[in-house]
Each structure stands twice: as structure tokens, then as C-alpha cells.
């Protein structure tokens, strides 16, 4: 037994013992199957070793762990744990069956077994020392697709968010180089793998891939990938190791603050390098203690500051490319004179000291090179009276500023943002009813963060870094082109999303139930509203919510919210580019 899984068992059997039976989590629970089963049912079975009451094999099947459970109990347990415990034991006494091959819309059979692959994969690098067991698991969320020679897999720039591991044939990764042409940057033979940047760093393939002979490819959802990660020890610090490494070449690589210095250059920094992930207000360095190390920021965004803590004075922010830390090291100097820290999940390369003395004495001629592209990153950071709001852009940063409110309340990390500039907006509100009209609820509404003279509505940004995506049913995703989408028919209104939205952008709505007939439906017509069928639903307890958010009007070829107003006061926009930052 692992130590996640002996770890998670004493939890539930502590929490077992103190569970006062009311009921109260099922009652909370969005699925229609909680109905079927008890508190005392779901107590009784952790102690089964295996489970056969039909009534619970469906409902621990078909929990999605949206912990919508967890703040209903009155004894303060995590009731979440306990489904989970009960659900992996579903999983392991799952019979044997035989795999099927995904072909374009139709399946094959794959002539390998749940149990033979997942013992098969304990082989690769990637999944060694990894249990069969929480391998069998990945695989029952998982698919195995067929992909016939020169047949596209994902494109450069899309989002994919999936693991893709080569089992069979080979295939090709490709970038647009001059003119257009595709250029061949490397080949993935069996037990090769892509996607990684997608599942951790939140960020589009940077390559085409494409089958080069006939292929099939194992494809991992990314929650799949992160429960094996949280489960297996071994895989998450493969997985990790292989990110960090990947990460790091391919952004030192790319132009930027150290893409001027010679290979042999970055290949010695390299070996002392470190990909840090950072939440919010993670500290990197604090002001005042001596430098050790100097960092590049590889995504995210970074608030520097001075002064005491009383006093604390925003010099700058930082995001992808900006480089810091690296001038008191050269200079010697004995205290680093700010503090750093991230806004949000952000991502920073710390480079050690060691490995720039071992640099510097490798290759004195690059201190030169050094020294100037360090001085160019603090120099603004250093003047007292000036700030920089986002990748050299100029600009005071008293409180309330443009550029800093659009990185502190997360408007820079969003992607096609809905604007209002306030100095035209008459307040019509038919930006608001073109959404009703379009999508049956409304998507937004005229509150939100004012900067300036603009206003940034409840709408959904479809941020860099997704909170709400994490749904076991696929009920809200990404798709390739970015945009953050409800599945209305994956949706069981559980709220998850709507909870991790740290913008309140996502809202739950309930479902009216329609009324049948040629004389209902004429009455309806002229007498009831949408909207007052959505009122009388809400009051029903019983009533089936969905989850509602802007989908950017992916089904139409227009913004409805756009296109409807008069005076042309809304508008989307990059926040960065929009505002004078490069992204």
C-alpha cells in the first residue's frame, strides 16, 4: 500500500468514528444518485473490502470530488475523503476488459487488457516506480487513440492539456520557421511524451504534432494526470524533474534578458538551475538579506516593493522575460534593497550563485553582456520616483494606478477581456439583454473593477491560469483556441467552478422545466418570461442548476454584447497589449 493511500485510509477511519450521521453531505450533493444511499451506507462500506451494493457502486462512480460535501458538515469532516476512499476500491475490483483504440468516430479493439497496459507502462521512464495499481486507475479515465501517417495530433499555439504518450509507431514535432515552412524539431519513438507544459504550466503546445508512421497514443486527461501525481510519489518527481528541465531549456533558448549569451554560457548556468513554482504571495527574495541567487520570470506576474512593511511601496511588476537579483550578485553588494513576490501562480528559473562564478570563470567575456542586460533590468527598479508597469512600459504607481490595478485584481492575466469605457456608455444595459436574448441567461453584468474610465464587467477573462477548470465530467474546459467553455450536457450543476472563480464570474443557474404542449407553449409566449421561469425554479430545492459564464459566443461569428451597443462603449481586448505591455 503507498503511503497517499495509507495516509488517506487513517483519515477516513478518523473521520468514520466521528461522523454524527445526519446526512447533511448527501444532502448537499448535487447527484441524483446521493438519493438512492445513506450516510450509515457510506460509513458502513469503508470498512468493506470490497464493495457490491449496486446503489453505492453507482453513486462513488459517479461522484466528480466537487466537495460541494465538504462545508454542509455540521462536525467539520471531509466527506469528500471518504467517497474517494470507497471509490478507489470500485476501481481496483473493476473487472478485466479489453482496451479499445479511439479512430477518428469509430473504436477498435486494441487487443491490449486494462491490467496487461498498465503493467506494460510500469516500464517506461516516465512511470517507474509508479504502482500498476494507480496506473490501472489513470487508464480507466484515459484513451487510446489511432492516428494514421501525416494525421495532426495538436497544433503550435493550441491548448491540449492532455499527456500524450507514444505506445506504438512514432510520431513528429514540428514549428513555423521562415515563410511559413515547417520545420522538424524532433521525433517521439515509443515511450516518448508531450503535453506536459499544458498540464503544469498552464501554457499552449509550442510544437505541431503530427503522426509520422501509424501510431497509438496513449492520451491522459490532466486531472487524471494530477490525481497521479498527488497518488504516486515516483511519478510526480519524474514529472516534475522532466517539466523543469524542458522548461528551462526551451525559455533560455528563446530570446530575452540571457538569450544573447553563448550556448556553452546558458549550458553552465543550467546546471544550476531550478524551475520554482510560486503562489500567491510567495516570497522569492525579501529585502534587507543577502543575495544568493538572481532569477528569470518564465510566466506569471511578480510585485517588487521596498520599505518597510507599514510603508511598502510598489516599485514595479514583473512578468515573463523580466530578469532580477542578478546586479547585487555581480556588484557584490551585501543586501538585496526590495522584496519580490507573486501575485499568482507564477513561474520563476532561480539561477545560483555558484553556477555564475562558474560561468564567470569559465567565460569572463560574457560578464560584459551580464552586467548590462542586469543594469537594464533594475534600473527601474532602483529609481524611487519612477515605476514600470509591465515589460518596460513607463509609468508613475501611486495607488489606484492603471497599470497596477490591472495586475493586482488579475485583469492582466486575462485574454479577451470585456472593457466598458464609462465615457460613452449610457447606461442602456443592451449589452446586457443581447446576452440574455443569445444565450437564454445573462453573462455578464455591469459591475466589476473600474480603472480609470474603464470598466472591466463580471465576465468571464478566460485567464492564462484557470482556477475553475478542474472538473472530473469535462462540464467546463478549454478549448484548443483557449477560450473557457461550459458543457452544458457534462454539466451536474455541482458549483466547483463557480466556487474556484476568483472573479465570481461564473454563476449558477437553474434549469426551468419546460412546459408541454401547443397551448402551454402559446401561453408561455405571451405571458411568461425567461427570467421569471428561472425565479420560480430557483425556489425549488430540487431543481437542476448548470453552470453559466461567457464563452466568448464561440457558436457565432460575432460578440453579441459587442455588436449591441450603440455607441460603441464595449469592447474585448488583451489586457497586457491593450495597456502598453508586451506579451
Known amino acids: 500500500m503507498s503511503e497517499y493511500h495509507t495516509k488517506l485510509s487513517a483519515d477516513v477511519m478518523d473521520q468514520g468514528m466521528a461522523c454524527i450521521g ?85 473504436t477498435i479493439p486494441s487487443a491490449w487488457t486494462l491490467n496487461g497496459l498498465s503493467q506494460n507502462l510500469t516500464g517506461l521512464e516516465l512511470f517507474s516506480g509508479t504502482d500498476a495499481r494507480d496506473l490501472r486507475r489513470m487508464l480507466m479515465k484515459s484513451t487510446l487513440r489511432f492516428l494514421v501517417p501525416g494525421e495532426e495530433l495538436c497544433r503550435e499555439g493550441t491548448f491540449l492539456e492532455r499527456l500524450c504518450v507514444v505506445l506504438t509507431g512514432a ?67 519524474t514529472f516534475d524533474s522532466i517539466y523543469a528541465r524542458h522548461a528551462l531549456y526551451s525559455h533560455l533558448q528563446s530570446p530575452g534578458a540571457l538569450g544573447a549569451l553563448p550556448e556553452s554560457a546558458l549550458e553552465a548556468l543550467l546546471e544550476g538551475a531550478s524551475l520554482d513554482t510560486l503562489g500567491t504571495d510567495d516570497v522569492v527574495v525579501t529585502q534587507g538579506q543577502a543575495p544568493t541567487a538572481f532569477y528569470l520570470v518564465r510566466s506569471g506576474f511578480l510585485r517588487v516593493t521596498s520599505g518597510a512593511p507599514e510603508q511598502r511601496r510598489t516599485l514595479v511588476y514583473l512578468r515573463t522575460g523580466d530578469l532580477f537579483g542578478l546586479l547585487p550578485l555581480l556588484r557584490s553588494e551585501p543586501q538585496v534593497p526590495y522584496t519580490v ?40 527598479i532602483r529609481a524611487p520616483e519612477v515605476g514600470r508597469g509591465v515589460h518596460g512600459e513607463r509609468t508613475s504607481l501611486p495607488s489606484g494606478s492603471s497599470v497596477g490595478a490591472l495586475v493586482e485584481h488579475g485583469i492582466a492575466g486575462g485574454r479577451e477581456v470585456l472593457v466598458v469605457d464609462q465615457n460613452k456608455c449610457t447606461g442602456c444595459e443592451n449589452c446586457i439583454k443581447s446576452c440574455e436574448r443569445r444565450h437564454g441567461y445573462s453573462r455578464l453584468q455591469l459591475r466589476g473593477q473600474q480603472v480609470d474610465n ?27 483556441s483557449g477560450e473557457i467553455k461550459i458543457v ?24 426551468a422545466k419546460k412546459k408541454q404542449g401547443f397551448w402551454f407553449n402559446l401561453l408561455d409566449l405571451l405571458s411568461t418570461s425567461p427570467r421569471r421561469e428561472q425565479s420560480l425554479a430557483a425556489l ?34 488583451d489586457p497586457v497589449a491593450a495597456f502598453g505591455a508586451s506579451t
Open 22 to 106: 445526519c446526512n447533511d453531505c448527501l444532502l448537499a450533493c448535487p447527484l441524483p444518485e446521493a438519493r438512492q444511499i445513506t450516510i450509515g451506507e457510506l460509513n458502513a462500506a469503508i470498512y468493506q473490502k470490497v464493495i457490491v451494493e449496486p446503489n453505492l457502486i453507482r453513486f462513488v462512480t459517479a461522484c466528480t470530488q466537487c466537495q460541494q460535501c465538504v462545508p454542509a458538515c455540521p462536525a467539520d469532516l471531509s466527506r469528500a475523503k471518504m467517497v474517494l476512499f470507497n471509490k478507489l476500491k470500485v476501481e481496483d475490483a473493476a473487472e478485466d476488459y479489453e482496451l479499445v483504440l479511439q479512430a477518428h468516430n469509430v
Open 171 to 237: 510520431l513528429e514535432q514540428s514549428t513555423t520557421g521562415p515563410a511559413q515552412a515547417r520545420l522538424t524539431i524532433l521525433t517521439l519513438a515509443p515511450g516518448g511524451f508531450f503535453g506536459e507544459s499544458g498540464i503544469l504550466g498552464q501554457a499552449p503546445e509550442p510544437l505541431t504534432t503530427h503522426a509520422k508512421d501509424t501510431s497509438i497514443v496513449l492520451e491522459i486527461p490532466k486531472l487524471a494526470v494530477l490525481e497521479l501525481m498527488e497518488r504516486s510519489g515516483p511519478f510526480r518527481d
Open 341 to 380: 513576490s507573486a501575485l499568482g501562480r507564477s513561474e520563476v528559473i532561480r539561477f545560483s550563485w555558484q553556477a555564475l562564478m562558474t560561468v564567470l570563470a569559465r567565460t569572463p567575456h560574457v560578464r560584459a553582456a551580464l552586467t548590462q542586460a542586469a543594469i537594464a533590468a533594475e534600473e527601474l
Open 454 to 480: 474603464y470598466l472591466f464587467p463580471t465576465a468571464c477573462r478566460h485567464c492564462e491560469d484557470p482556477k475553475c477548470l478542474l472538473c472530473s465530467v469535462n462540464g467546463i474546459v478549454r478549448v484548443p
Open 488 to 511: 452544458d450536457e457534462n454539466c451536474i450543476g455541482c458549483g466547483a467552478c463557480a466556487q474556484r472563480c476568483p472573479y465570481g464570474n461564473i454563476s449558477m443557474h437553474p434549469i
Open 540 to 573: 425549488d430545492p430540487a431543481s437542476r442548476q448548470i453552470a453559466v459564464k461567457c464563452d466568448l459566443c464561440s457558436a457565432y461569428s460575432d460578440y453579441a454584447c459587442v455588436s449591441a451597443c450603440p455607441v460603441g462603449a464595449a469592447f474585448r481586448v
